[in-house]
Structure formats: C-alpha cells, structure tokens
C-alpha cells in the first residue's frame, strides 16, 4: 500500500511541475509578443530620431539592393561601354527625304548627362528647329539635343523672336570649311533649321562664330558638367536676331549676345566670368574707357563700328552697355522692335547711319544722349550687382 501512494504522489508532484513549467512558458511568449507590439507602437508613434533611424535602417536595404540591380545592368551593357569609359554611340537609319544621299548616319542620344560619347565618325542629329552637325573627334554627353532645344526655346520666349525660316538667311559654305565639301549632302541645305556645328577644340585659331544660318560651337562648350553655356547662349542668340531682321552692325549684335549670356547664367546660376571684363568696379582694371561715350556717344558709335581693327573689343564693350540700358529703358522686346524696323531698308553690312536711324526709329532721336547719362549714373551699380552675383563662385584657373 505505501508503495502504491508513493507512486501516486510522485505522479501528481511531475503532473504539477510540468503544469508549471507550461505556464511559465506562455508567460514568456506573451511578454515577448507585448514586447514586439511596444517596440511597434514606438515606431509608428515614437520621436522623429527613432523614425529616422528607422528609415535610414531600410534605405540602406534599398540602396544594397538598387546596386546589385545597377551592377547587373551594367554588366548587361558592358559592351557599350569602350575601353577609356566612353559610351559607344548608336546610329539610326534616317529614312527622310533629305538624308537618301546623305553618307553620315544619324546618332541616337540617351538624353543622359552622365553619357559620354566620343564620336568615331562625322554624323548629325535632327532636332525640331535645328541640326547637330558632330565632327569625329568630338566628346559630347547624352543631353547635347536638349541643352540646345531648351536654350532656343528660352531664347524665342525671352525676346519674343523666333528661330523659323526668313528671307534674311546667308549662304556660308561651313561643309567645305569645317568638313568635308560633301558632307551632309542634302541635309538642311535651305537653311531651313539653324546648322549647328560641333567641333573639337581646337589649337589653330578657330573660335565661336555664328550667323543667322550656322552656330560654331566647341565640344567643351556642351560638357554639361563643366561648361558655363556662354557660347551656347551668345552664338544661338545671334541666330535667332539675324534671322529675324537685317544685320545691325556688331554693337548691337555683340550688345544682345552678352545680354543673353549675362541673363541666362544668372537664370540658371551659373558662373559666367566672361562678363567681368565688361564691367566698371573697383579691384578691376577696366578695359574699355567710358570717356568718349559719355561725351559723344553717337560720334563713339560710328567710330567702333567703323573701325575693322577692334583690338580691345569696343564693340562688345559698348555693346554690353548698350543692350542693358536699351533693356532697362525700353523692354526687353526693344530688339524684337528694332529687328522689326530693319525689315523696312534696304541696306548692307557697314551702313552705320542706316543702323542709327533705326536705333532711334524704335527708341528716341535723343536715345544716345541719353545712354550715356545712364551709363554715368547707373554702370558702376550694375558692374557691382553682377560682382556680387559672380563671387559666390570659385575663379576659374588660369
């Protein structure tokens, strides 16, 4: 008998230990459980600190898995890719009628920044209201086309002037001079888009030109890393003023294309130090002498614009201060106005006293005098307002 209750009592004392040890255990789970829902709870109502950390916990996650995908395709296209890190360029076939004669092919462009062709062989875009002509050579990025799309339509919006087709347009025979005299046979030969032509920099005295049918431009002065854009901005502007009325001479051309750089680059917060040397401050030694055109300033202008040497550039000196005080005076369409005007005369290059009437026509007779008085009055505040501008940035290295 003993035996038996010894049995039955050690069976209900491990009958209740395993009972506590049940419990215990779903104590434990819960508490974990209300652990979890606390640790929860702080996430979606906790401090900003915890909730930042928190997403940067999972960007983190992200960015690991963004680089594998990225490295992944990247290895997919590594035969786009040459040995110096250039993107090969793609061609396409350009089935227009104007290119069946056409020997260079028409590039294909990503529209990216960070790609960077350099071009194994004369070829062309074909924009809306241009064409990119690209010599061999050249290193260009994936954004060329729209860096110029979105100049040109600023342009045309800012001065109220278009870039299509007009009766003022010149020959200039830029195949033969810059490529080959075959090149892009049949392409924009009616100089219906403006021809721009991009070339590799150069050591043989070649410079940014454009005229109402071509725009000159360095393959440097494109790199949307480096570049400031100021060629971009001057030479586009002098097509889109020739196009539209007769040549004004090279004060009131010069005057306008540093305007639009002057403009643009503030506009886009750029570093346009070109424009320094235009400018009357202190610390800076002027280039040009104000004297003659506050004292004569109509006699100034027929003498810089009849003077072919043009050492120092009085043109474009004159022409700077012309343009922002024609602008400040009478709106920024004034040079809408006076290409408007000069569709009235019959003239040619170097028929100043014709330039002159029309300058007045569009403004005042008394318009000169009164330059030169805003000039006195208000060229040392405007040269301080572009200082101020242009020192938030670092000199550029000679």
């Given amino acids: 008998m003993s035996t038996g209750k010894n049995h039955d009592f050690l069976m209900a004392l491990i009958l209740i230990i395993i009972s506590v040890i049940s419990l215990s255990g779903c104590s434990k789970d819960d508490s974990k459980k209300t652990d979890e829902k606390i640790m929860i709870s702080d996430y979606e109502t906790g401090s900003d600190k915890d909730t930042e950390e928190k997403k940067t916990d999972n960007t983190d996650r992200t960015d690991v898995k963004d680089q594998d995908k990225l490295t992944s395709d990247t290895a997919d296209n590594e035969s786009e890719i040459d040995e110096n890190g250039y993107r090969i360029p793609e061609y396409a076939n350009d089935d227009s009628d104007d290119a069946k004669n056409c020997k260079e092919k028409m590039i294909k462009l990503s529209g990216k920044k960070s790609d960077v062709y350099k071009i194994d062989e004369d070829c062309y875009y074909r924009g809306e209201k241009f064409f990119l002509f690209i010599h ?22 800012l001065y109220g002037m278009s870039y299509d087709n007009t009766d003022h347009l010149t020959v200039y025979p830029w195949r033969r001079e810059y490529f080959q005299s075959v090149s892009y046979n049949g392409l924009n030969v009616d100089n219906e888009k403006v021809s721009i032509l991009i070339l590799p920099e150069s050591n043989d005295g070649t410079v940014e030109v454009a005229t109402d049918s071509i725009a000159l431009l360095f393959d440097k002065d494109m790199d949307s890393e480096s570049a400031d854009f100021a060629h971009v901005y001057h030479e586009l502007t002098h097509c889109l003023r020739r196009r539209q009325g007769g040549f004004m001479g090279d004060i009131i051309e010069e005057g306008i294309a540093l305007y639009s750089e002057d403009f643009l680059s503030r506009e886009n917060k750029l570093a346009n130090w070109n424009i320094v040397q235009y400018i009357k401050a202190d610390g800076y030694e002027p280039i040009y002498d104000d004297s003659k055109l506050l004292s004569e ?46 569709n009235k005369y019959d003239y040619d290059y170097g028929f100043v006293d014709i330039e002159i009437e029309i300058i007045k026509e569009a403004t005042s007779d008394d318009v000169f005098d009164r330059f030169a008085e805003w000039v006195k009055n208000n060229w040392e505040k405007h040269s301080k307002d572009y200082l101020d501008y242009i020192n938030q940035f670092e000199p550029v290295e000679e």
């Fill in 297 to 342: 300033p109509e006699e100034e202008y027929k003498n810089i614009e009849y003077d072919d040497q043009k050492v120092e550039q009085p043109e474009y000196q004159y022409g700077y201060r012309l343009a922002n005080f024609l602008v400040e005076n009478y709106g920024i369409d004034i040079f809408k106005k006076i290409s408007e005007i000069s």
């Fill in 136 to 157: 061999s050579g050249s290193i260009i990025t994936g954004d060329i086309a729209d860096t110029v799309e979105n100049t040109m339509e600023r342009l045309e919006e």
